[in-house]
């Protein structure tokens, strides 16, 4: 009987030893989800472990942080393999600068704009239009609808609304 | 994007309303907005909601630039000056000469835009020259 479990024993024990060497996948999976969830390089990645073999989805920003991400999940105890599945993003054009009028077609605009309130100064500088005196409360929106339209910088208001 | 939160929902209403190429950009602490309005009343709306989040229009921090669409060369648009005749001009500016008048609320043929301002018109007596856009409207 004991030399059976010995048998038993010598027969099991290298079993026993190369699989408590070996990471389970599942122990891989949370190392590599801890590399990922403060990795800049990608964008919400996720990652697939399957014998040792790590399968990464996500967004990268360039080819760059493609290969940075695969690097440091090739470091991680247990993984074999690396199938980067990570898909380069490509950066949205930053919308074009505001263009702001000059000051000659702007005056002129401004000029047209205010003809028929003439109690209405207006003065323009540097695509800033400054408005002072005084005009009536209905008249505000449409002369404002108006001098948008011109492409200031912004526009003062300073009139006296009655 | 602190101006985008202080007019959220003023570019909430401009999403509804369905203003086409709707750009919001900031730019030196002024938020420009542009697009091209649906109708008449959609940019009227607009204008009420902007006018409510700033009252009397005195932050100096926004910059809308939203025209009617539907008011594209060839269709007839509406003289909505306050009650007087609208001047029809030689050319596109208050300098211009006088060439012709269109009457208030007379319907008239929008030949083209030459800026935001000046439009070139046609009367239905067969006076063209330039009017000031503020003064004409779309058809409800």
């Known amino acids: 009987m004991k030399k059976q479990l010995t048998i038993l024993l010598i027969f099991f024990m290298p079993w026993m030893l190369i699989s408590s060497c070996k990471e ?29 073999v790590v399968t990464l989805t996500g967004e990268c920003n360039d080819e760059m942080s493609k290969s940075a991400v695969d690097s440091s999940v090739r470091k991680i105890k247990g993984v ?14 930053s919308p074009a600068p505001v263009v702001i009028a000059e000051d000659d077609p702007l005056t002129k605009g401004v000029t047209d704009a205010t003809k028929d309130y003439p ?11 400054t408005l002072t005196g005084d005009i009536k409360k209905t008249d505000l929106p449409k002369l404002m609808m108006s001098l948008h339209t011109l492409k200031p910088k912004k526009i003062e208001n300073k009139l006296t609304i009655k | 994007m602190a101006l985008q939160d202080k007019y959220k929902e003023l570019l909430d209403t401009a999403k509804t309303l369905g203003i086409s190429n709707l750009q919001a950009r900031e730019q030196d602490n002024v938020l420009y907005i542009d697009g091209e309005a649906p109708s008449g009343a959609a940019k009227d709306q607009l204008w009420n909601t902007y006018g409510k989040i700033d009252p009397d229009f005195r932050s100096a921090d926004v910059v809308m630039n939203v025209n009617v669409s539907t ?28 060439i012709g008048k269109a009457a208030h609320h007379e319907l008239v043929t929008l030949v083209s835009k030459t800026n935001d301002q000046w439009w070139l018109i046609r009367t239905d007596a067969g006076e063209e020259g330039y009017a000031f856009a503020q003064y004409l409207s779309p058809q409800n």
């Open chain 1, 24 to 52: 389970s996948d599942s122990k891989i999976q949370s190392a590599v989800e801890a590399t990922l969830k403060d990795n800049k390089d990608v964008n919400g990645a996720s990652a697939s472990v399957k014998d040792g």
């Open chain 1, 80 to 93: 074999k393999d690396v199938i980067n599945n990570c898909t380069i993003v490509t950066p949205q054009p």
């Open chain 2, 71 to 98: 008011m594209a060369p060839g269709v007839k648009v509406v003289v909505t000056t306050e009650k007087s005749n609208l001047n029809i001009r030689k050319g596109p500016g208050t300098d211009q000469p006088i």
């Open chain 1, 119 to 129: 109690s209405v100064n207006a003065t323009v500088q540097d695509g800033v239009i």
